[in-house]
């Protein structure tokens, strides 16, 4: 859903940043996509890719993709060092433990830095706090990124097992059209699997849409649209 | 989702009968159903009823419904002797440790047993397997329901972290007319909260639509259009 949810809302995404996502899973699921022509990973840990490779290489399938740049180095140190305007779509792959919290995407410092590398209608996709927490802030978070990243921003949720029982995103553009993120513009061709065995296991254009779909209590937490 | 699903689903449902739910909470969200005139509950267990009504009054204010019926007995019994084409709606809220799991829902004995009571274009709502699962059964219990209850039969889900990541239900029509679940006829009046405090906190028209996307690994498990 990371991946999906912004390449299918902007034409032609050409040029793809990944930081984290080590495991190769993402990867393999920006494999499908037919208009990508460059793929650059960040990721920390070389370690990380060596064990995905070795015990779950149906996962990390994603590195035989020959459109994949790896980099085992500081994502966010190189989101301030690339020049701007460079990605079509950058993914964050990077959740709580690791630092990019949606207290980390409300960080108007670190949004810039997003922000700056990204195409005009270019697209950020992060985790995001669930709408399950307590001190659920995402209201501020998406407030931050429509003012820094100066385009469209919705937040969005799906359900995977192995996580928790939802996972939610946040999704921004920069200056430039409006994307509407809930209507995919840009889908999946589903006869090209890319470096992946088959097609898609759980994303198709409906659950693309229905990631939008918020219940009524997550919706009343602020008045912002979310 | 157990209540809204089939009570938006139909024109002016009258008479529901709910099998299990002590808690009230099934209770709670029918009561905000202007068109229903009587809810008959048959609950097994007092203590379930008088622990509920101590300890979480804001779930057993359905009970506060003057519409309501209480019956301690088992449901089951009842259905069998209930007089043909009595309600509206027939609500099961039992789960796996207590005998309604799908591969009850399977049985063609229990099945007629629920259709029975129901009116014409009358609808039942229950529990089902999570997709989740390895042995996932779900394409022979809607082809069962739609073989006895002779009506039609979809699959929905939603999330609920009391319970597990994802819950799944099994809704099915009776003879006359098709009922598309997916687009509520009926939708809720948001004016009136019944005996609740204020509106849902979770259901609304979008959650109800969402509930009936599924993802391509659930929609692959059979050819049966859940």
């Known amino acids: 859903m990371l991946t999906h949810l912004p390449l299918c809302s902007i034409p032609n995404p050409k040029k793809v940043l990944l930081v984290g996502g080590g495991d190769g899973g993402i990867l393999r699921e920006i494999s499908r996509h037919t208009f990508v022509e460059q793929i650059d990973i ?7 890719i060596d064990v995905y490779k070795q015990f779950f290489p149906e996962i ?13 180095n500081q994502g966010v140190a190189f989101l301030k060092a690339v020049p701007e305007g460079t990605y079509d779509v950058i993914i964050l792959d990077a959740f709580e433990c690791m630092g990019a919290t949606a207290i980390e995407l409300a960080n108007k410092e670190f949004l810039e830095s997003v922000a700056r590398p990204l195409h005009p209608r270019g697209v950020m996709s992060a985790p995001a706090d669930s709408f399950w927490l307590d001190n659920f802030i995402v209201e501020d978070t998406i407030a931050e990124c429509r003012q820094i990243l100066k385009g469209s ?4 949720w ?3 097992p192995s996580f928790s029982w939802t996972i939610e995103f946040v999704l921004c553009s920069t200056v430039g059209l409006a994307v509407d993120f809930e209507k995919p513009i840009n ?21 693309h849409t229905t990631a939008f779909c918020l219940s ?3 919706k009343k937490v602020g008045s912002a649209k979310f």
Do not use: C, H, W
């Open 153 to 156: 921003a919705r937040y969005a």
């Open 42 to 48: 960040y990721e920390l840990d070389q370690m990380v």
């Open 158 to 160: 799906s359900t995977i």
């Open 216 to 218: 009524s209590f997550a």
């Open 60 to 72: 990390a399938i994603g590195y035989e993709d020959l459109r994949v740049n790896v980099n085992i």
């Open 187 to 207: 889908p999946l061709d589903t006869k090209n699997n890319g470096v992946a065995k088959g097609p898609p296991k759980f994303y198709n254009s409906q659950i």
